[in-house]
């Protein structure tokens, strides 16, 4: 039996989807493949010269990205700035679909260097400020392109935009403990206008593709954009067990030790178990079906996450230390209003849990270091448990009609006009700070520090005889976030 598969990007343009409709309802039962054989071949051929012009005419216009009007004009007031070049961040949600763009944000300017830096584009600066812009994303938000705003040829912008793009992917896909999935769109966007004419040029790039070309893609202004945008959120309680090298003068040792165990702990947090609701939906199910259109969504998610099914044998290592991080944490996610797929909440839901866990041990990794190099000298003999108190998570609402918010991370000895500051300077937010929301999780004082001396020990993996199952009841982990905060425990060992 013949069978034919349909490209999932070929069936959002319209004229596809309805020429395979009137052929499926005449000559297709539901209950089976598509059977070439049962078709007069006047219509088989007309089928496939179809889908070939279609997969023709999708390599040739590229993607399309639908932008937040409030998008439109932050550009056009950075246009009218005398700085040449702007070059900045694009924000937003890509889907095998639709693309969206929520937000534009302009890099920083150096201040040492404002002078030296006309009529240049400092990479390294503009990848690092991605690098913490991307921090501050919650799940389902992402940079999903750059752009620049210059009078220079349109050639050599594009050129410059080309390699700040792959430059900005590189680097935050480097801080990614999780694998790609199938469905991951590669495709990123770059745009160019000049200011003084006002004319756009939108390109896109697969950034997975070193020789990639640029594509034309078209750009939209939609109002109200995110207005319908669903929310899953979950809390979780987390308790791991991070070993560390002998050597941790040396910062590459401790990152790449920490890497290795989140990377562990986020491949439970993938193969989890997602209740969406209490319930276990099917991946291919919509997510927002039977709602009402145009109205925001609420859902609220548990982690069922098991440990290893496969028996390890016993292993026996050598540490210098080990790093326990304990507590609670919120993370959620925002979903496009394009008839999201459960599949696609539960893999934003868990790549937000892993990332967010991550960047609050990446921010106290210079800080843990700090404190061992200033122990050195009288301390160094001395085996030490040290007690460090993890930021929270602060969460400030966009200034657009929608659920959508950015997040930053407070630490215990700062205060709100801190977190303000660094959402203005790296997001050019202007927030005040009665506008963040503070009650999703809970700090934690920290008076002192206790020193123990402890014996030398090694760390001894068992190995594991039955699935655990640690369910995370949503009425649990909220009684945890008013009493606990997330903690990271240092032992020298």
């Given at each position: 039996m013949l069978t034919i598969s349909i490209p999932s990007h070929l069936l959002r343009h319209r004229r596809a989807t309805e020429i395979c409709q009137c052929i499926f309802i005449f000559f297709w039962s539901a209950d089976e493949p598509l059977d070439l054989s049962k078709l007069p071949a006047f219509l088989v051929e007309v089928l496939a010269t179809v889908l070939l012009l279609l997969n023709i005419f999708h390599e040739i216009m590229g993607r399309g990205y639908?932008?937040?009007?409030?998008?439109?004009?932050?550009?056009?007031?950075?246009?009218?700035?005398?700085?040449?070049?702007?070059?900045?961040?694009?924000?937003?949600?890509?889907?095998?679909?639709?693309?969206?763009?929520?937000?534009?944000?302009?890099?920083?300017?150096?201040e040492e260097s404002a002078a030296a830096a006309r009529n240049s584009v400092d990479k390294e600066w503009v990848t690092e400020h991605a690098r913490q812009v991307s921090r501050m994303l919650p799940g389902g938000l992402s940079v999903v392109g750059v752009f620049i705003i210059t009078d220079a040829d349109a050639k050599d912008a594009l050129t410059t935009l080309r390699q700040l793009l792959f430059a900005v992917e590189n680097?935050?896909?480097?801080?990614?403990?999780?694998?790609?999935?199938?469905?991951?769109?590669?495709?990123?966007?770059?745009?160019?206008?000049?200011?003084?004419?006002?004319?756009?040029?939108?390109?896109?790039?697969?950034?997975?593709?070193?020789?990639?070309?640029?594509?034309?893609?078209?750009?939209?202004?939609?109002?109200?954009?995110c207005s319908s945008w669903a929310t899953v959120s979950c809390s979780l309680n987390v308790d791991m067990l991070l070993p560390l090298p002998n050597n941790r003068t040396s910062t590459g040792n401790m990152e790449e030790c920490l890497k290795e165990g989140l990377k562990a702990w986020a491949h439970q947090i993938e193969s989890g178990l997602c209740l969406i609701d209490g319930k276990r939906l099917p991946e291919d199910s919509e997510l927002?079906?039977?709602?009402?259109?145009?109205?925001?969504?609420?859902?609220?998610?548990?982690?069922?996450?098991?440990?290893?099914?496969?028996?390890?044998?016993?292993?026996?290592?050598q540490c210098g230390g080990s790093v326990s991080v304990t507590g609670a944490i919120h993370s959620r996610a925002y979903l496009h209003s394009n008839k999201p797929k459960a599949r696609l909440a539960e893999k934003l839901l868990k790549r937000d849990v892993v990332s967010t866990v991550a960047t609050r041990v990446q921010m106290m990794l210079e800080e843990l270091l700090a404190s061992d190099q200033e122990s050195k000298g009288s301390c160094r003999d001395k085996q030490q448990k040290e007690l460090f108190c993890l930021p929270h998570r602060i969460f400030c609402p966009l200034k657009v009609s929608g659920p959508l918010c950015v997040c930053?991370?407070?630490?215990?000895?700062?205060?709100?006009?801190?977190v303000t500051e660094r959402l203005k300077e790296m997001l050019d937010i202007d927030a005040a700070e009665e506008d963040l929301d503070t009650r999703q999780e809970m700090t934690f004082e920290i008076t002192g520090?206790?020193?123990?001396?402890?014996?030398?020990?090694?760390?001894?993996?068992?190995p594991e005889h039955k699935k655990n199952y640690i369910g995370v009841a949503m009425a649990t982990a909220v009684a945890l976030l008013a009493t606990a905060a997330s903690m990271l425990y240092l032992n020298d060992i």
């Open positions: 639908i932008v937040q009007d409030d998008v439109e004009g932050y550009l056009s007031k950075l246009c009218e700035q005398k700085a040449d070049p702007v070059t900045g961040l694009l924000i937003g949600q890509s889907s095998t679909q639709r693309d969206f763009v929520v937000m534009a944000i302009r890099t920083p300017q150096k680097l935050i896909s480097s801080e990614h403990l999780w694998d790609p999935a199938d469905d991951d769109v590669t495709d990123c966007v770059t745009l160019h206008i000049n200011p003084k004419t006002r004319k756009t040029v939108c390109r896109t790039f697969d950034i997975k593709d070193p020789k990639s070309v640029a594509k034309p893609a078209d750009w939209k202004y939609q109002s109200g954009l927002t079906v039977g709602q009402r259109r145009n109205v925001r969504q609420t859902y609220t998610a548990q982690l069922l996450i098991t440990t290893e099914n496969k028996r390890l044998t016993d292993v026996i290592e930053d991370y407070q630490f215990s000895d700062e205060g709100l006009s801190e520090c206790d020193i123990t001396p402890e014996p030398t020990q090694e760390k001894v993996e068992a």
